[in-house]
């Protein structure tokens, strides 16, 4: 609040309905700390230029100087559990070979021969190698990358084979996930990512889930617009409209934690405030658990007299998980059984921690055309505690004019919210390119994710070129 003339200053406004904090704050098994804080800042109301999203040179500016630079989830620790399972990790032009080399040591290798270059295994794949072996002509490298044959080598009296190693990409490993980074000098992940946004990743303990299933889809938009999409609820009323009975929309909750991690907190079971006084309780539990009103039955599950939706719905939910996992659920929070948790860890990755619909995201750009990106969903389930840790899903390629509900495992209702959400992404990217505006205009509070993200973006391409070379 400006103290002069009382005004709030931008970036202070917010939607006049309750706020996330007081919705969760009345819920009756209360929210731990990661939940409870906010922390936002602005960062300014200047538009976002276009050319980010429709200059190819942007493109290769950002393979150069971003995309060599930043810590990137790579696999799943479940992809390779055995010493010897590897799997190919591609990002634009690179290729990796994500492999576990001991029993708890994963290194990852730049996916190329270092006789004439040939691919070692090709993009996409994954499986179990004894020796990474060159199809063109046998050269081959053990799985700790030292060099294990070069045929005829009286010919190459040049090549000191003690030092053919294969060049090594840095590795991490953080709930379950395996990143990678070319950048021999890039900070290590946890500082990367900071304390604060660890402490939340490291409360979720993601590393006990496996991924049940895995939907791949190509878009008709750059990779950044595509995140865009996914990054704010301000959409919700005109995209979604079949949810607002039930989402706080425009009352969620957005923060970031240093450059690199943005989320949001988006409450369910809660009416939209554009819709406010439109719906009785029992109508927004009948919209969500429901959804088709039309299909109503005596025994579907009530709002007790004097209850909340919200509280019903948490309730409800929390018996189906504890059943479906066998476990005691009970000293979760109402917020995290229900509500949409959604982080970026930059560039490229949304983990959404919440019980009801744990999910990963991940983005990349189609390294041969800059309007175009690859969207992979990961549905993420408890691990059985004992028993073997079942195997992670093979992801289900859906073509250009598949909807997301014929993916094999995937809810209706969600594969729904997915086809809405993209299906704005070809209009708005050309949209962008016959525009007589030059840039994106954000609001200051519902599109700051956009804005953070952005911004790193841009402390990125401003750096020189950083292609990845070892001699
Ligand atoms: S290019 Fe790999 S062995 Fe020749
Ligand atoms: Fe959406």
Same mark, same amino acid.
């Given at each position: 609040?400006?103290?002069?003339?009382?005004?709030?200053?931008?970036?202070?406004?917010?939607?006049? !309905?309750?706020?996330?904090?007081?919705?969760?704050?009345?819920?009756?098994?209360? !929210?731990?700390?990661?939940?409870?804080?906010?922390?936002?800042?602005?960062?300014?109301?200047?538009?976002?230029?276009?050319?980010?999203?429709?200059?190819?040179?942007?493109?290769?500016?950002?393979?150069?100087?971003?995309?060599?630079?930043?810590?990137?989830?790579?696999?799943?620790?479940?992809?390779?559990?055995?010493?010897?399972?590897?799997?190919?990790?591609?990002?634009?032009?690179?290729?990796?070979?994500?492999?576990?080399?001991?029993?708890?040591?994963?290194?990852?290798?730049?996916?190329?021969?270092?006789?004439?270059?040939?691919?070692?295994?090709?993009?996409?794949?994954?499986?179990?190698?004894?020796?990474?072996?060159?199809?063109?002509?046998?050269?081959?490298?053990?799985?700790?990358?030292?060099?294990?044959?070069?045929?005829?080598?009286?010919?190459?009296?040049?090549?000191?084979?003690?030092?053919?190693?294969?060049?090594? !990409?840095?590795?991490?490993?953080? @709930?379950?996930?395996?990143?990678?980074?070319?950048?021999?000098?890039?900070?290590?992940?946890?500082?990367?990512?900071?304390?604060?946004?660890?402490?939340?990743?490291?409360?979720?303990?993601?590393?006990?889930?496996?991924?049940?299933?895995?939907?791949?889809?190509?878009?008709?938009?750059?990779?950044?617009?595509?995140?865009?999409?996914?990054?704010?609820?301000?959409?919700?009323?005109?995209?979604?409209?079949?949810?607002?009975?039930?989402?706080?929309?425009?009352?969620?909750?957005?923060?970031?934690?240093?450059?690199?991690?943005?989320?949001? +907190?988006?409450?369910? @079971?809660?009416?939209?405030?554009?819709?406010?006084?439109?719906?009785?309780?029992?109508?927004?539990?009948?919209?969500?658990?429901?959804?088709?009103?039309?299909?109503?039955?005596?025994?579907?599950?009530?709002?007790?007299?004097?209850?909340?939706?919200?509280?019903?719905?948490?309730?409800?939910?929390?018996?189906?998980?504890?059943?479906?996992?066998?476990?005691?659920?009970?000293?979760?929070?109402?917020?995290?059984?229900?509500?949409?948790?959604?982080?970026? +860890?930059?560039?490229?990755?949304?983990?959404?921690?919440?019980?009801?619909?744990?999910?990963?995201?991940?983005?990349?750009?189609?390294?041969?055309?800059?309007?175009?990106?690859?969207?992979?969903?990961?549905?993420?389930?408890?691990?059985?505690?004992?028993?073997?840790?079942?195997?992670?899903?093979?992801?289900?390629?859906?073509?250009?004019?598949?909807?997301?509900?014929?993916?094999?495992?995937?809810?209706?209702?969600?594969?729904? +919210?997915?086809?809405?959400?993209?299906?704005?992404?070809?209009?708005?990217?050309?949209?962008?390119?016959?525009?007589?505006?030059?840039?994106?205009?954000?609001?200051?509070?519902?599109?700051?994710?956009?804005?953070?993200?952005?911004? !790193?973006?841009?402390?990125?391409?401003?750096?020189?070129?950083?292609?990845?070379?070892?001699?």
């Amino acid at each position: 609040m400006n103290i002069e003339t009382g005004k709030l200053n931008p970036g202070e406004a917010r939607c006049p !309905a309750i706020s996330t904090q007081e919705i969760i704050a009345a819920d009756k098994v209360k !929210a731990p700390g990661w939940v409870t804080s906010e922390s936002y800042q602005y960062l300014g109301s200047e538009d976002i230029s276009k050319e980010r999203y429709i200059d190819p040179a942007f493109a290769q500016r950002e393979l150069e100087s971003m995309w060599t630079r930043t810590w990137q989830f790579a696999c799943r620790e479940e992809h390779i559990p055995e010493v010897g399972d590897y799997y190919v990790y591609d990002i634009g032009p690179w290729s990796f070979l994500v492999t576990r080399t001991e029993e708890n040591r994963i290194k990852a290798y730049f996916n190329a021969c270092l006789h004439r270059g040939t691919k070692l295994r090709p993009s996409a794949t994954s499986g179990y190698a004894s020796e990474f072996k060159c199809p063109f002509h046998g050269w081959s490298w053990n799985l700790d990358g030292s060099n294990r044959q070069v045929l005829c080598p009286w010919d190459f009296p040049h090549v000191d084979r003690a030092s053919l190693n294969l060049p090594e !990409a840095r590795v991490e490993r953080l @709930g379950g996930f395996v990143w990678i980074n070319m950048d021999p000098d890039a900070p290590g992940l946890r500082e990367y990512l900071g304390a604060e946004a660890l402490s939340h990743i490291e409360a979720w303990k993601l590393e006990d889930r496996y991924i049940h299933v895995h939907v791949q889809k190509s878009f008709p938009a750059n990779w950044k617009l595509t995140m865009g999409a996914f990054m704010e609820a301000y959409h919700v009323l005109d995209t979604h409209p079949q949810v607002a009975p039930s989402n706080a929309d425009a009352n969620s909750q957005y923060d970031f934690y240093g450059e690199h991690v943005d989320r949001f +907190i988006s409450c369910l @079971g809660v009416i939209s405030p554009h819709l406010e006084g439109k719906f009785t309780e029992q109508e927004i539990l009948d919209q969500f658990t429901v959804g088709d009103a039309s299909v109503l039955s005596d025994d579907r599950p009530k709002v007790p007299e004097g209850g909340s939706a919200r509280q019903a719905m948490a309730d409800m939910f929390r018996g189906m998980f504890e059943q479906a996992t066998q476990s005691d659920l009970s000293h979760v929070s109402d917020s995290e059984i229900l509500d949409c948790f959604s982080y970026t +860890i930059f560039p490229n990755t949304f983990l959404f921690p919440g019980i009801s619909l744990p999910m990963v995201y991940r983005f990349r750009p189609d390294p041969k055309d800059h309007r175009r990106c690859i969207y992979e969903v990961m549905f993420l389930r408890p691990a059985p505690s004992g028993g073997p840790r079942p195997e992670p899903a093979e992801p289900v390629i859906l073509r250009d004019h598949q909807s997301f509900t014929e993916a094999e495992g995937m809810d209706p209702g969600f594969g729904r +919210i997915l086809d809405q959400d993209t299906d704005n992404l070809l209009a708005q990217q050309e949209g962008l390119e016959c525009s007589a505006k030059a840039g994106l205009t954000l609001g200051n509070y519902q599109e700051i994710r956009i804005r953070h993200f952005e911004q !790193a973006i841009d402390k990125y391409v401003a750096m020189p070129a950083k292609v990845p070379t070892r001699s």
